[in-house]
């Protein structure tokens, strides 16, 4: 018996097939390159006949399928939206793998539903029921888990934590997508360094050097390893929001640990210490004493082995 | 059969006993006064006793007895942290209790908890699964119910939303009750209202009449219907502070609806469409228009409706 994790992100597919133990027996790796639509499905169903055919060649048997998506898995019309992939706003993934995979049940759920459960099956929430992984990529999300289970919400959306309101009043800049991940999101880092360089004409640092478009977080994490201070600015901004929205997480669930994770966390495992600081601050004083800040155990991983949990879970 | 609700309130006792159908039987109240310590804790076996006493001549009996503490009900040592009781850092209120009932079940939690369940069993959350009071009286805290079950946290502190981050940077005033409680709670009101006053010495309303110390909730709203523009001013803010805080919950739980209670709503019900304008701004878009904001059906009596369905939930 072997269960098949399928990572769906922006720009790659990743699938993994495990034992039940948890130990990946093979993976593969696919860009999704400009592919769009009805081609992105079958990019998805093609890795799962892959995966099917080999582990038939090794007189294995896949028992379950799950399936993390960039975006939020509708319980009710088992349809997914996924902002990135044009076409996805309501894509009916799960008959298009069912077709394929005929009596192997299959789960779909989000990305940071996903991160969660991985770290909780084999990462660094292993043994916590109430924990949180915040996800601080491109974008920012919250996979939630209360008393061991996934919080969904009345339509299957909880969790959307870039949202947060942290600091007023409004401004229209964060319409778009939401006042937290205007600052503090891998984009977001780009997007107040770019508006910065462009406003302090003073500033000649390393990062006036770039081409100001092709400004990315790692080139201000890396200014700011450098003491840029125009990086430093950026980058203690976003600590403070990061702090604040732990703060609010710590507040609201009372949960035994808070998880960063996604691809800031990377560069940014370092300022762990500093969040918790901020954190400090604002939280709930007791609330605050009792949880632990950690980062991913799994790090670009943690989406296959969540969605293969997701798997063994939806066979038990 | 019948089911004792005791609502333990920081200034009285209110009890009431209930048919299993939730039909109020029998009311008593009691003004806690100057009492500390064991003497409240006295305060509430007495009624208790004087409850059992009046059903047993009735030819009834309590089969289940539940408590809403105005505080934290800490499942794993059985005591009640309330912070505006003299003497109940720690009170073994659970033992206390039991003494007295014997074999009838007892259940305890916070009030914000029995709030929700209140509104859940018999007021304007009947039928929801995924709801939140949001209690905003002297403090602020939020009852939160996912998919049928109060939120916990690991240490029975879930819910603390009066410590909710929403203005940066971050001030020292903010740390005996937090941000948010300390701009829109009843206290927080008047608090912000005095600081105007005597920061503006340009003010001649209808607030610099009255002795600044003796200003509460109450005055700033009365002041407010009649277009006071300081208290235009205080509430304006506090609308701000409502809509931000109610968007923070519709972005991370997703919930079917939001329940507006507490002294403050009471006066600041009307508000409800302009709140519901600001949480449209900064919530994640989907997730606002799936919730519906409403105010408590059940008002003062949310506390006893809510431990009389936690005393039956016990019995199940």
């Known amino acids: 018996m072997s269960l098949l994790g399928i990572d769906l992100g922006g720009t790659k597919l990743a699938a993994a097939l495990f034992n039940e133990n948890g130990k990946i027996l093979l993976r593969s790796k696919v860009n999704i390159g400009y592919r769009k ?15 099917m055919t080999s582990a038939e060649k090794q007189g294995d048997k896949i028992s379950s ?6 975006g939020i898995s509708n319980s ?14 309501d894509y009916p993934l799960l008959a298009e793998v069912k077709n394929i995979t005929g009596e192997v049940p299959v789960a779909i759920d989000s990305d940071r539903a996903c991160y969660v459960l991985g ?14 992984f915040l996800s601080v990529g491109t974008g920012i999300g919250a996979g939630i888990m209360i008393n061991g289970e996934l919080l969904r919400g009345s339509h299957d959306i909880a969790g959307a934590i870039g949202w947060m309101a942290l600091s007023r009043p409004f401004e229209s800049k964060y319409t778009e997508c939401g006042c937290f991940e205007y600052y503090a999101s891998g984009e977001g880092i780009a997007k107040v360094t770019k508006s910065l360089i462009t406003r ?4 000649t640092g390393v990062l006036k050097k770039k081409t100001v478009d092709t400004i990315d977080s790692h080139d201000v994490f890396s200014a700011f390893e450098n003491d840029d201070p125009l990086a430093v600015r950026v980058i203690r901004q976003c600590i403070e929001f990061w702090g604040m929205a732990a703060a609010n997480l710590v507040s609201l669930f009372n949960p035994e640990k808070i998880i960063f994770g996604g691809g800031v966390f990377g560069p940014a495992r370092k300022l762990i210490p500093q969040i918790r600081q901020e ?7 007791v609330s605050i004493t009792k949880v632990v800040f950690d980062t991913s155990g799994l790090e670009g991983d943690a989406g296959v082995y969540g969605a293969a949990y997701l798997a063994l879970k939806n066979l038990h």
Chains 1, 2 share one sequence.
């Open 279 to 285: 954190a400090i601050k604002w939280a709930q004083p």
């Open 200 to 203: 302090d004409k003073s500033y």
């Open 76 to 89: 009710r019309t088992c349809t997914v939206w996924a902002p990135n992939i044009p076409g996805w706003s």
């Open 37 to 51: 639509g009805r081609d992105v499905g079958k990019l998805v169903t093609d890795q799962i006949i892959f995966m």
């Open 119 to 132: 770290e909780s099956w084999k990462g660094n929430a292993k043994g916590c029921k109430d924990v949180i």
């Open 65 to 70: 399928v799950g399936l993390s998506v960039p």
